[in-house]
């Protein structure tokens, strides 16, 4: 009995960093405030280009954002 709840405390610790660090981080575009999975900027020429806005930009559009 003792060791079935060892077992199963070790293994809820060893999960839950997985689980938070997987929904911590999101990435917001500056120029339409919405939120996305993954950057939504391309580069071309040089320049990051916004992909819903089609606007050229020195540095990427998007900032991560802890949740």
């Not at 077992?7 to 990435?27: D, Q, W």
């Not at 575009?29 to 993954?38: A, D, I, N, P, R």
């Amino acid at each position: 009995m003792k060791h079935g709840i060892l077992a199963f405390v070790v293994a809820a610790f060893l999960a839950a960093p997985v689980g938070f660090a997987a929904s911590a981080k999101k990435m917001v575009c500056t120029e339409t405030g919405k939120e996305v999975k993954s950057c939504c900027c391309t580069v071309k020429d040089g320049k990051f280009v916004c992909k819903m806005t089609n606007k050229a930009f020195e540095k990427c559009c998007c900032e991560s954002k802890n949740r």
